[in-house]
């Protein structure tokens, strides 16, 4: 067994230990497998440990590494995490099998277009800045309702769920807590947040998916 391996099967572990602490099933709460700056060298004996959700930043970097990954292992599931310009809209949709980081009307529109010509329907889920950082994408969250309503009814996208960042010098609780929130009086069912650090606090509070990255692969150069 690699390095990479056994910090998996450590991720797996905690992941399960807190989600039995919550009166969780573990089950039901997605481990997406943060690969970003990592070439397919790394990534291969993550897969061959039976991973198969993977989440990478951005589109360009992804072009080059995951086509021939997912010819290999056509299970594996793609899910965009990082923020996504308009001109790379077409290529994200093409690639990727889930976006994380819808955060504006310009996106959605993009998304909603691309996937009626390419015919492909991607699962969705909305940024929000629940620390309404003016440095950070997402929907503030006074604005989530609307925005959310928008992507629905004008749009027609199924939206699965939400996304949040926290502030990296804020407790992330209130930040999930308020993510949970918004998304119970919109009955979206998804919750992507928590990461490396913070993961086991979200899954306290509800998170449906968690984005992983260093504790699996390592720290990155």
Same mark, same amino acid.
């Given at each position: 067994m690699t390095d990479t391996q056994q910090r998996l099967l450590e991720v797996r572990h905690s992941l399960t230990r807190a989600a039995e602490t919550a009166k969780r099933n573990g089950a039901d709460i997605t481990l997406i497998a943060v690969s970003k700056t990592f070439g397919p060298e790394a990534i291969r004996?993550?897969?061959?440990?039976?991973?198969? #959700?993977f989440g990478?930043?951005?589109?360009?970097?992804?072009?080059? $590494?995951?086509?021939?990954? $997912?010819?290999? &292992?056509?299970?594996? !599931?793609? &899910?965009?995490i990082g923020p996504l310009q308009s001109n790379k809209t077409k290529d994200a949709v093409a690639l990727f099998d889930v976006i994380h980081t819808i955060d504006r009307k310009k996106i959605a529109d993009s998304i909603a277009a691309e996937m009626a010509r390419q015919g492909r329907t991607l699962?969705?889920?909305?940024? #929000?800045?629940?620390?309404?950082e003016p440095q950070?994408?997402?929907?503030?969250?006074?604005?989530?309702?609307?925005?959310?309503?928008?992507?629905? $009814?004008?749009?027609?996208? !199924?939206? !699965?769920?939400? =996304?949040?960042?926290?502030?990296?010098?804020?407790?992330?609780?209130? &930040?999930?807590?308020?993510?949970? $929130?918004?998304?119970?009086?919109?009955?979206?069912?998804?919750?992507? =947040?928590? =990461?490396?650090?913070?993961?086991?606090?979200? #899954? =306290?509070?509800?998170?449906?998916?968690?984005?992983?990255?260093s504790a699996i692969f390592g720290a990155r150069g």
């Open positions: 004996p993550v897969i061959a440990a039976g991973q198969r #959700i990478e930043n951005r589109v360009q970097e992804s072009q080059g $590494k995951w086509p021939d990954l $997912k010819r290999d &292992h056509p299970d594996v !599931e793609l &899910h965009l699962r969705l889920f909305i940024q #929000i800045n629940t620390g309404e950070k994408a997402g929907v503030a969250p006074a604005d989530a309702d609307g925005f959310i309503d928008y992507c629905r $009814k004008d749009l027609g996208l !199924e939206i !699965e769920g939400l =996304m949040c960042i926290p502030p990296a010098d804020d407790h992330p609780g209130p &930040h999930f807590a308020l993510l949970a $929130k918004i998304a119970e009086r919109n009955q979206l069912s998804g919750l992507s =947040m928590g =990461m490396s650090a913070d993961y086991e606090d979200a #899954i =306290m509070l509800g998170a449906t998916h968690v984005r992983v990255g």
